[in-house]
């Protein structure tokens, strides 16, 4: 099917949830012009637009998946180890969409489609080596209907690190700005700080003071190095933080105090942009995002003892306002762990036997690739579930949250719909625990758990947080006169929803009646309709001159120890269709000072 023929588009009658905009369920119209949300439409215009009658139907903006492994070599190692996974979910070509096939890891093709076909339209790859970067960019450039973004990793780079232990902040952030500008990054990640750059010889770091080999750098100094950085060139999001000791029992603790390092830090975002309307704060709150939660918060001191730590982490984020999570939830079966954190994947296999791949990069950062199964005949499976759940039912605020699967290493991304389900339902949740191993709710709090997500909290974990909390909110996660027309119709009346009717929430959320990206109908009822190309986000941050040109002759004098010439390193522009560059940290015009303008 062709793009709908007129340029603008009216959605009547619906039941809207926009918590950007405090809109909590109101019936209310919808008007598109051009792609963009307007407040309203000329009597020619309205006569020409596409006219969608959403009476009795759920409308929320389109969803944004903001931490999800979907580009990149990591990614296609594990399409690659694992053949079985492909023949068990196909997508047939059509006229207008390419064949796809993968369950856990989805070729580029089929992940886009799924994602639209879901009601999402916007996500970002969490983690890209800058190595690596032109493969990422291959892959998200391939990925149909999709506007996408990644963030580049730093968490264990030999500039970075050398830098951080001379307490040259400003070196850091040049070097850090020039690379986000040569590989088209958009935010900064921090996995395993430190301890993966002690991979490379077999070994770890168990706390956050313990200086690692060669640099003698500890990853408390790097967490605090970079998210100052973060903040001294004004990036869109905080520093995305995937903590020490992941996946280890009694990791809470780490977690808690990982956190704590930058809440003397403010957020200082210095993006050049024009906003669209909203009627809530569009700006980030949050210093640190920690990724994947649930991996992080394990109480414990051993896989015997083992329980959840997620009712203290959370105790500890309710009460700071520099945090936001997302939850890396545990929906069962088959699963495709892939990480940056070389080591955590070692242990996994050494606990599994799985088939594993590891990898170490240069002078950057490293990963690894394992195939899993989650069982819920399994104590330990069964308490990541509870936790899974935990850190968004038990963290007060819904806008310090962030609803993931840390796709696919939790669960995938097309398991949304049930993590939904389970939030919006304790019914729900205790059916499920009936399933489990008795661990599920004998060693965590979950089963005391009485709250029930509304529709209005599930529009916050999947839409209007993800988008403020990466610095998109001036354009997605919301319907404010300005942004981009996505928007997601569900066949939900919530004036009829039965939240102990689990599957009817599942059903609804898997293939909502219309997914419409930037004012075209894309997919209808699980099939896609439209096919248009995404855009690609990246920053484009400013820093001083001559502090650039310092770092930049480090740079090239420590280039020979890398395997690629410095030509070659570089993303040339032609990996990227409709690049959309985020001018970052700009200098006022007519003046010499280092300053930016946060414009809305």
């Known amino acids: 099917m062709a793009a709908n023929s007129t340029k603008t588009m009216i959605i009547k009658n619906g039941y809207l949830f926009d918590p950007l905009n405090a809109i909590d369920g109101e019936v209310k119209d919808i008007f598109i012009r051009e792609g963009k949300v307007v407040s309203s439409l000329s009597g020619h215009e309205a006569k020409d637009a596409t006219v969608i009658d959403a009476r ?176 001294l060139l004004g990036l869109p999001m905080s520093l995305h933080l995937h903590a ?137 499976h069964a308490t990541m579930w509870a936790i899974g759940l935990e850190v968004l039912l038990l963290i007060d605020d819904p806008w310090k949250t962030i609803m993931t699967t840390d796709h696919p290493n939790g669960g995938l991304f097309s398991q949304y719909p049930q993590v939904i389900a ?20 004998d060693k965590s709090s979950l089963g005391g758990v009485d709250r029930e997500m509304s529709l209005y909290d599930i529009a916050i974990l999947t839409r209007a947080n993800s988008a403020r909390t990466i610095g998109m909110a001036h354009r997605k996660g919301h319907l404010g006169t300005g942004a981009d027309g996505d928007v997601t119709i569900y066949d939900i009346d919530p004036g009829d929803l039965n939240v102990n009717d689990p599957s009817y929430i599942v059903s609804r959320f898997s293939r909502p009646d219309f997914t419409i990206k930037d004012g075209q109908i894309v997919a209808r009822k699980g099939e896609i309709v439209y096919v248009p190309e995404g855009r690609r986000y990246y920053c484009q941050p400013h820093m001083d001159e001559d502090v650039e040109k310092d770092m930049m002759r480090d740079v090239r004098d420590w280039f020979k120890y890398y395997t690629v010439g410095f030509a070659n390193y570089p993303v040339p522009d032609k990996y990227l269709k409709n690049p959309v560059p985020i001018p970052v940290n700009m200098p006022m015009e007519g003046s010499g000072e280092e300053v930016g303008r946060w414009q809305k």
């Open 244 to 380: 020490n000791n992941l996946g280890h029992p009694g990791n809470w603790e780490t977690a808690r105090d990982s956190l704590m390092i930058t809440s003397s830090l403010e957020p200082n975002s210095k993006m050049e942009l024009e906003w669209a309307q909203t009627r809530e704060s569009a700006k980030r709150k949050q210093t640190v995002y920690l990724a994947h939660a649930q991996f992080s918060s394990y109480g414990g001191s051993s896989w015997r003892d083992f329980c959840s730590g997620a009712p203290d982490l959370a105790k500890y984020i309710n009460q700071t306002e520099n945090v936001v999570i997302d939850s890396g939830s545990v929906p069962f079966g088959p699963a495709t762990t892939m990480t940056g954190d070389g080591p955590a994947q070692h242990d996994l296999y050494m606990l599994t036997g799985q088939k594993w791949s590891n990898c170490d990069i240069e002078m950057e950062c490293g990963s690894g690739v394992l195939s899993l199964m989650y069982l819920k005949s399994s104590p330990v």
């Open 422 to 441: 389970w939030l919006m339902s304790k019914k729900a949740r205790d059916d499920t625990a009936k399933e489990c191993h008795k661990w599920a709710y």
């Open 56 to 231: 009795g139907k759920t409308v929320m903006p389109g969803g944004v998946d903001a931490h999800s492994h979907v580009a990149g070599t990591k990614v296609n190692a594990g399409r690659l180890m694992r053949p079985e996974d492909h023949y068990k979910s196909v997508r047939k070509k059509t006229d207008i969409t390419h064949s796809g096939s993968g369950y856990t890891v989805p070729s580029v093709y089929k992940q886009g489609y799924d994602y639209a076909a879901m009601g999402y339209t916007t996500v970002f790859e969490a983690a890209m080596p800058p190595l690596e970067a032109r493969h990422t960019h291959e892959e998200m450039r391939a990925t149909p209907i999709l506007d996408m973004g990644a963030y580049m990793v730093f968490g264990n780079n030999w500039f970075i690190m050398r830098y951080l232990k001379e307490g040259d902040i400003e070196k850091a952030a040049a070097y850090v700005a020039w690379m986000m500008r040569t590989h088209k990054a958009y935010g900064i990640k921090c996995v395993n700080p430190a301890g993966v750059e002690n991979w490379g010889w077999a070994k770890n770091v168990k706390g956050l003071d313990e200086p690692n080999i060669h640099f003698e750098v500890t990853s408390r100094e790097i967490i605090r190095g970079l998210a100052e950085v973060n903040e």
